[in-house]
């Protein structure tokens, strides 16, 4: 149990445009799940935390305006890269818990952006 | 946020045990200890978590230290595919039903034949 299926597993993109990565829960409702990017050779970084039906909250120097996190139903968030740069070519990463606090966090298998 | 330091590196023989070290000296009373690692190009697998007993299950074992300042994964008998990066990560409490965690830079652990 506790599956998270992440989509797209990789995706490459022209600059300036926007790219949509989406998270679902398969067999269990998050209502909190959370988006990390991770550059080569680096850990994870935290971007923000997406709470079903209420704004994200962003970790400072991210910027919400670029990412735009959608959390709609307890089975999917949704992050949007707007305007992509070739800066913003990364692994990025979802996270989802469910409810009740203590239990294994259980993460996606990641979306490898490139933008040209 | 309780911190955490790892060694950057590690070697361990296949079918020998491998022992992964963390340092958390500023962990607080109700602040968890959690092990994750990834493999390379995909997502992280959770593998264990404690407050302060030690615990087993059928991945590892972890052993926290009597004042929790340290702990050590442990892989009883470590073979090819858990070469990975093993993150040591001390859980952040939030108001509300999550907290967010936040990953270090993790021991990269190589086993070798």
């Known amino acids: 149990g506790a599956v998270v299926s992440q989509h797209p597993s990789w995706v490459i993109c022209k600059s300036g445009t926007s790219v949509k990565i989406e998270c679902r829960s398969l067999?269990?409702?998050?209502?909190?799940m959370f988006w990390y990017r991770q550059f080569p050779k680096q850990s994870l970084m935290l971007m923000a935390t997406s709470n079903e039906g209420s704004k994200a909250t962003y970790e400072q120097g991210v910027e919400k305006d670029k990412f735009l996190i959608n959390h709609a139903s307890l089975t999917l968030s949704t992050l949007t890269v707007t305007s992509a740069h070739p800066e913003d070519s990364s692994f990025y990463i979802c996270?989802?818990?469910?409810?009740?606090?203590?239990?294994?966090?259980?993460f996606g298998s990641g979306t490898r952006l490139t933008v040209v | 946020d309780a911190k955490t330091t790892q060694p950057t590196s590690m070697d361990c023989a296949e079918g020998r045990a491998a022992n992964l070290p963390c340092n958390h000296s500023?962990?607080?009373?109700?602040?968890?200890v959690y092990w994750y690692r990834q493999i390379h190009s995909q997502g992280p697998q959770y593998i264990i978590h404690g407050l302060k007993n030690n615990e087993t299950n059928e991945m590892a074992s972890l052993i926290i230290t009597e004042d929790r300042k340290s702990s050590t994964l442990i892989l009883p008998h470590a073979t090819l595919r858990d070469t990975a990066v093993y993150y040591c990560?001390?859980?952040?409490?939030?108001?509300?039903?999550?907290?967010?965690?936040?990953f270090g830079t993790g021991t990269r652990l190589q086993v070798t034949l």
């Open positions: 067999d269990f409702q998050a209502t909190t």
């Open positions: 990560i001390v859980r952040v409490p939030l108001t509300g039903t999550a907290s967010k965690l936040t």
């Open positions: 996270s989802a818990s469910r409810p009740g606090g203590n239990y294994g966090y259980t």
């Open positions: 500023t962990i607080s009373g109700n602040e968890y």
